[in-house]
């Protein structure tokens, strides 16, 4: 089983709508959560941290449930310049604290 | 503004030679790096963990004498593979340790030939 699983989609969606990408992780020990952006050969880069009460940047909310070892990203008005591969991203904060990734779910928004 | 700087960006190379990669920190000092490896399609999986002054560590199943890590200072931390094969084609990344590790540098294509 990975440590961090994704629905790889591709998720084909209008300019404007709103999408959600779940994403569940098997290491309980986990303390730090990500949401990462990664477009076509290249870096990936940081979207949002995500915490237990929830958080916003904008048009885009995360969630964490640490019962259910889950994690979420809510997409409003989408934009075209949204289209991407979006990485779940977990870490524990003890030992050598190395990041471990998701597959990531693709994106495409549609005009 | 960059974090992280790695070169070279891409490389093509014959079978059997070597590919030298490096991630430099930028105003900082960074103890530790993780360094990466993505086959299209995958995820971004930790290979090793370099570590300025001491060994590097390395993940089950990562050949340590083909992958040869170096931290020869605060600054820089170094990936060679050896006598690279096409099976090693791949887009390699490093990211720091530390408060810093949001931040990866831009990735090296390997192509081998």
């Known amino acids: 089983r990975k440590e961090v699983e994704q629905d790889p989609g591709p998720f084909n969606v209008p300019e404007g709508a709103t999408v959600a990408f779940n994403c569940t992780y098997s290491n309980s020990a986990s303390q730090s959560f990500f949401w990462y952006r990664q477009d076509c050969r290249k870096e990936p880069k940081l979207l949002m941290s995500v915490y237990s009460s929830g958080n916003e940047d904008g048009r885009f909310t995360a969630q964490l449930n640490r019962a259910s070892q889950y994690i979420s990203l809510l997409i409003r008005d989408s934009k075209l310049s949204d289209s991407a591969t979006y990485l779940c991203?977990?870490?524990?904060?003890?030992?050598?604290?190395?990041?471990?990734f998701g597959s990531g779910t693709r994106l495409q928004v549609q005009p | 503004g960059a974090v992280v700087s790695q070169h070279p960006s891409r490389v093509i190379c014959k079978s059997g030679t070597s590919v030298k990669i490096e991630c430099r920190s930028l105003d900082f000092q960074a103890t530790t790096m993780f360094w990466y490896r993505q086959f299209p399609k995958q995820s971004l999986m930790l290979m090793a963990t370099?570590?300025?002054?001491?060994?590097?560590?390395?993940e089950q199943g990562v050949e340590k004498d083909k992958f040869l890590i170096n931290h020869a200072s605060l600054t820089l931390s170094t990936l060679t593979v050896t006598s690279a094969h096409p099976e090693d084609s791949s887009f390699y990344i490093c990211?720091?340790?530390?408060?810093?590790?949001?931040?990866f540098g831009q990735g090296t294509r390997l192509t081998v030939v």
């Open positions: 370099s570590n300025e002054g001491s060994k590097a560590t390395y």
């Open positions: 991203v977990v870490r524990t904060d003890t030992g050598r604290r190395a990041l471990t």
């Open positions: 990211t720091p340790g530390g408060a810093r590790g949001a931040f």
